[in-house]
């Protein structure tokens, strides 16, 4: 059974599922759908058309199902999709999606928001992703597994931050950030790879040292951009890691690639 404190107010139509806590002055909509086992502290608001899976733990203040801050919503029950086993702090808040935007956003397993976060309209984000204090994602954002948004970090718009990347505190992301990436500065620029994240993703010292040779050849190597990526085509079969890099700006479709800061200027970026 789910327990529901006499404060709350949960409308008609709403589904809770077993062994659920809505804590003390929460509003959940008649459109949302919580799993079981999730704790909702205090204050919190649930609405939209919202699913929210097993073993959540969601703080005050958060909001989430919120119409898109974006001019052209007209109040159609798009949604938002929220994995289990998240953790979500005080002041988060994420949005349902637009129509041009296909409609939904959606959130994957075990994410940890810290306070104030914020997720906007048709972002897909990842499993296992940490934001850190404040880390905001514009519209159409998409975030890969196992991401670190540091605090006071902002992501453009149609921007895509690969797999098991690092972004720093306080960066204004404008460019697809490749897979494995780090980047920091004022507006984000490529400074290596997240090598040791990719250590606690048991990446081994030969596996480490092939993506290294990689990423040396393709963002620091002599010539243009598009004859050295050109040139590493052929070591994607020497790592998955690679593989995915290459396949990932292949799928470049809005923004540029993030660069190390000598080649940002450089028109050979722009895929």
Do not use: W
């Amino acid at each position: 059974m789910s327990k529901i404190d006499p404060t709350a107010r949960v409308e008609d139509g709403a589904i809770i599922g077993d062994g659920t806590v809505i804590g003390p002055f929460c509003m959940i909509g008649p459109n949302v759908v919580i799993g079981a086992n999730c704790t909702l502290i205090s204050h919190v608001q649930i609405m939209g058309h919202t699913t929210i899976g097993d073993n959540n733990v969601i703080s005050p203040f958060v909001v989430l199902g919120g119409a898109p801050q974006d001019l052209s919503y007209r109040g159609e029950p798009h949604r938002l999709e929220i994995g289990s086993g998240c953790t979500f702090r005080e002041g988060v808040t994420m949005n349902i999606g637009t129509t041009k935007g296909g409609g939904l956003t959606r959130v994957g397993d075990g994410g940890f928001f810290m306070n104030n976060a914020h997720v906007a309209h048709d972002c897909v984000v990842g499993n296992n992703v940490i934001f850190a204090t404040s880390a905001t994602l514009g519209g159409h954002v998409e975030v890969g597994d196992a991401v670190y948004i540091g605090g006071l970090s902002a992501v453009h718009q149609f921007t895509r931050i690969g797999h098991g990347v690092m972004v720093g505190g306080v960066c204004g992301v404008r460019g697809d950030i490749i897979p494995y990436g780090l980047v920091n500065g004022q507006y984000a620029a490529l400074e290596g790879l997240n090598v040791i994240g990719m250590k606690r993703r048991k990446f081994t010292r030969e596996r480490l040292a092939a993506v290294r040779a990689f990423y040396q050849k393709l963002f620091h190597g002599p010539g243009v951009f598009a004859d050295r990526l050109a040139a590493v085509r052929p070591l994607a079969g020497e790592d998955p890691a690679i593989a995915e890099i290459l396949a990932f700006i292949d799928g470049g479709r809005h923004r540029a690639l993030c660069l190390p800061e000598i080649g940002r200027s450089a028109p050979a970026a722009e895929l």
